[in-house]
């Protein structure tokens, strides 16, 4: 019985090592390079990098809470130029579900922009959400993907 024991604890450790170490798909990292913090804590992103994108992002989610959507379209960078008029942004805006993203991780570009990780939910509860937002390092605004688009959302594009 003592071997068996020894047997199932020994194929858990070696799983356990396959499935974290030698398999890239499912690195220390996570599924797709997503980061899976293991210890339960997490470091906190560097606010100062950029406080005035801080300002953005903590504005346009405070905003979409409350269902500010004029506002928010205010954050956006340059939206006119982009043919995209307030009254479509209002109407993608409303079609967003708001989540009460936290910054993750606060990045700065080779372009001088920065590039902000939100999430949402935990781990433990498996509905982490994330999205990436990009601001701009000139206007210090929300410089959207694509015409309707506030956040990148492809898992491709977070790293």
């Not at 974290?20 to 913090?37: E, K, Q, Y």
């Not at 989540?99 to 982490?128: A, H, M, P, T």
Request: hydrophobic share 40%.
């Amino acid at each position: 019985m003592i071997k068996v024991k020894h047997l199932i604890l020994t194929l858990m450790i070696v799983s356990g090592i396959f499935i974290f170490g030698a398999n890239p798909a499912l690195s220390a990292d996570g599924p797709m390079g997503i980061g899976i913090p293991l210890s339960g804590g997490s470091e906190e992103p560097n606010y100062d990098l950029c406080q005035q994108g801080v300002q953005v992002v903590t504005d346009f989610i405070k905003l979409w809470e409350t269902g500010r959507f004029e506002k928010m379209y205010e954050l956006i960078d340059d939206p006119s130029k982009d043919g995209y008029p307030l009254e479509d942004a209002v109407f993608d805006l409303r079609l967003l579900t708001y989540k009460d993203y936290q910054i993750s991780r606060i990045s700065e570009l080779e372009n001088g922009n920065f590039e902000f990780l939100l999430s949402y939910g935990d781990w433990k509860g498996g509905d982490k959400d994330l999205k990436k937002m990009i601001i701009s390092g000139k206007t210090f605004k929300i410089i959207m993907p694509a015409k309707n688009t506030f956040f990148k959302v492809s898992q491709a594009d977070y790293f």
